[in-house]
């Protein structure tokens, strides 16, 4: 790649990052995001391994500092005071986490480490992490074994205001970002009353068996089987290739409507929510879908100009939902994350000149607008906070890395 670029993406992943104690961590964005995140650590690390291994490293193994005791990782780390700075002051009724998880990419950076730089002592030290978290998403998200993990407020998805939770939230005013703000924040409230505790009737509150949140599960169970083959734990590894398929299945037997596009569902009786978000990519990352199921699903929305094939790529929501706005949290701008998910799906099937396509898009995107959050998907302009990381995962996908060690 392009050495002026990585040096600026070097720079940026020093400047942000942060040292508590003997534990390293990045901030997503300084000014913006002055916590540690997990998926955004995760990210955080799949960048590193390219560079600085040590640091992609310890990344990682902070997370596990704060894993609760039945396994589930938090989604925010307040490693520092929550005073003093604009970010919303939130009651998680938790002195030091948040309540709620995001999704698991814990196994499939910890394996990339390992891909560049094999040392099975690392894998040992995030070996138990991870099958912890795997062993909670499974039992407690999915309390009736329909093997499909459910979650209980939008932010768990990463993608908080997405219009994929607006039905969930019982929103009115479908655009109104103050209203689906005030929702989330009372859906964390009422959860607070009961403890955080999963019950059998979560459905009553808030439950989505989200289809990237189960796509990415595959795809890290299957790293989790990896990282457990090399380390000689066969059992672990047969359990976890087991539980990739069976998730694999339910999600082809639940998810995938006639029109060839996985919807997530809401409620308990699996009520698909039809609308069309960057997530009906997301099975390729996990190969849920066959070689012909996934060329319709290229040709037929990826390449659509009515619906993802903008000017800039890829939105998160398609240009013709009434529900996209080129401007709106989640409701259509590019994020970068989301373009590495893409590319490395298309990437599985051999959709090459698509995922080149994108990647090229990603590059133009970082040199109209800066390392921006989001970016107009119709103007390229940036939005949201500055130097946020995940402009830098253009880095993993200019140089790919063979994860088939
Ligand atoms: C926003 C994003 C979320 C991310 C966080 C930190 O809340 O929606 O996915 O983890 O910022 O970057």
């Not at 009961?194 to 595959?218: E, G, Q, S």
């Not at 609308?275 to 060329?295: N, Y």
């Not at 990437?347 to 921006?372: M, P, V």
Request: aromatic content about 12%; overall charge positive.
């Amino acid at each position: 790649m392009n050495k002026a670029l990585a040096q600026r993406i070097q720079k940026l992943m020093i400047q942000n990052r942060r040292q508590s104690k003997e534990l390293t961590y990045t901030l997503p964005s300084p000014d913006s995001y002055p916590y540690q995140w997990l998926w955004d650590s995760c990210f955080h690390a799949i960048i590193l391994s390219h560079f600085d291994i040590p640091t992609a490293k310890a990344e990682l193994l902070s997370l596990s500092h704060h894993q609760f005791s039945n396994g589930m990782l938090p989604h925010m780390v307040y490693w520092k005071s929550t005073n003093g700075n604009s970010f919303p002051q939130i009651r998680w009724g938790r002195r030091r986490t948040s309540s709620i998880t995001q999704p698991p990419m814990l196994a499939y950076a910890a394996w990339q480490i390992h891909c560049l730089s094999p040392d099975l002592e690392f894998l040992k030290s995030m070996l138990g992490t991870i099958d912890r978290f795997h062993h909670y998403l499974l039992k407690y998200r999915d309390p009736r074994h329909h093997h499909l993990v459910g979650l209980i407020h939008p932010d768990e998805s990463g993608e908080d205001n997405s219009p994929r939770f607006d039905s969930a939230l019982t929103m009115v005013a479908r655009q109104n970002i103050d209203e689906n703000f005030q929702r989330r924040k009372v859906l964390i409230e009422r959860f607070r009353n009961y403890n955080f505790a999963i019950k059998n009737r979560m459905d009553r509150r808030h439950w989505v068996r989200d289809v990237p949140f189960n796509a990415i599960l595959v795809r890290n169970l299957g790293a989790q089987a990896n990282i457990a083959q090399a380390l000689g734990d066969y059992d672990q590894a047969t359990w976890a290739r087991h539980q990739a398929q069976v998730v694999k299945a339910a999600m082809r037997a639940i998810m995938l409507d006639s029109d060839g596009v996985m919807y997530s569902t809401m409620g308990r009786n699996y009520q698909p929510i039809k609308l069309k978000t960057w997530a009906i990519f997301s099975p390729l990352f996990a190969k849920v879908l066959t070689k012909s199921e996934a060329e319709n699903l290229v040709h037929d929305h990826l390449e659509n100009e009515s619906e993802f094939a903008t000017s800039y790529c890829v939105p998160t929501v398609a240009l013709n939902e009434s529900s996209f706005d080129p401007e709106g949290f989640w409701r259509g701008p590019i994020w970068m994350a989301i373009n590495w998910f893409i590319v490395k799906g298309l990437q599985e099937y051999g959709f090459d000149a698509q995922a080149k396509r994108i990647i090229n898009q990603s590059l133009r995107l970082l040199r109209k607008s800066g390392f921006r959050e989001q970016f107009n998907p119709l103007t390229g302009e940036g939005y949201g906070a500055h130097n946020f990381t995940w402009g830098c995962m253009v880095m993993d996908m200019l140089e790919p890395v063979d994860m088939q060690k």
